[in-house]
T-cell receptor
Framework: GESVGLHLPTLSVQEGDNSIINCAYS??????FIWYKQESGKGPQFIIDIRSNMDKRQGQRVTVLLNKTVKHLSLQIAATQPGDSAVYFC?????????????FGQGTILTVHP | SAVISQKPSRDICQRGTSLTIQCQVDSQVTMMFWYRQQPGQSLTLIATANQGSEATYESGFVIDKFPISRPNLTFSTLTVSNMSPEDSSIYLC??????????FGPGTRLTVL
């Protein structure tokens, strides 16, 4: 069936490096994508989102890139810090309206070494 | 942004019993959602809860096992009924803000013995 998946289940980086977390999606009808960060014992925390009419969106230290041609989504974290260590999930929403069900990818564990 | 809280934060329950999880949002929201996150897994939508109507369940989830209440626009409950060890998971409630962003509660970590 259609799904959102991640290329790498784990990622280890050194503090100060840039991190890139990837995500593939299969439904070309998806129109909205979100990255979440989940720390141990907590619920997912919204990081950044992007709509399908955009290729790139930047936030504070984070950038999301969307390549609709190959159905690929990535999250770039600049100057990664130990506090960035968490599980990162991508999610897609389908529907074109304000309500749409989110489908989550499997998650990538990011570990930042000081 | 709205604050969303859940009770209890965690619980250990015996097989065959039921647990009701509460979710409170500090502002009125139209739709609330309940997700399950099994150990080491991603999130799976259980059901959508609208105020004043029955919840809509996703494939693989049924009302008898996961009854949901939505008495007003700021509150919802999820009951995990007749629990088995396979129900051990984190249960999360969620809502959409006006900006389309979906926010999650801190989760309820359930262990069934």
């Amino acid at each position: 069936g259609e799904s959102v998946g991640l290329h790498l289940p784990t990622l280890s980086v050194q503090e100060g490096d840039n991190s890139i977390i990837n995500c593939a999606y299969s439904n070309s009808a998806s129109d909205y994508f979100i990255w979440y960060k989940q720390e141990s014992g907590k619920g997912p925390q919204f990081i950044i989102d992007i709509r399908s009419n955009m290729d790139k969106r930047q936030g504070q230290r984070v950038t999301v890139l969307l390549n609709k041609t190959v159905k690929h989504l990535s999250l770039q974290i600049a100057a990664t810090q130990p506090g960035d260590s968490a599980v990162y999930f991508c999610a897609e929403k389908r529907g074109g309206t304000s309500y749409g069900k989110l489908t989550f990818g499997q998650g990538t564990i990011l570990t930042v070494h000081p | 942004s709205a604050v969303i809280s859940q009770k209890p934060s965690r619980d250990i329950c015996q097989r065959g019993t039921s647990l009701t999880i509460q979710c409170q949002v500090d502002s009125q929201v139209t739709m609330m959602f309940w997700y399950r996150q099994q150990p080491g897994q991603s999130l799976t939508l259980i059901a959508t809860a609208n105020q004043g109507s029955e919840a809509t369940y996703e494939s693989g989830f049924v009302i008898d096992k996961f009854p949901i209440s939505r008495p007003n626009l700021t509150f919802s409950t999820l009951t995990v009924s007749n629990m088995s060890p396979e129900d051990s998971s984190i249960y999360l409630c969620s809502f959409f803000a006006s900006t389309d962003t979906q926010y999650f509660g801190p989760g309820t970590r359930l262990t069934v013995l």
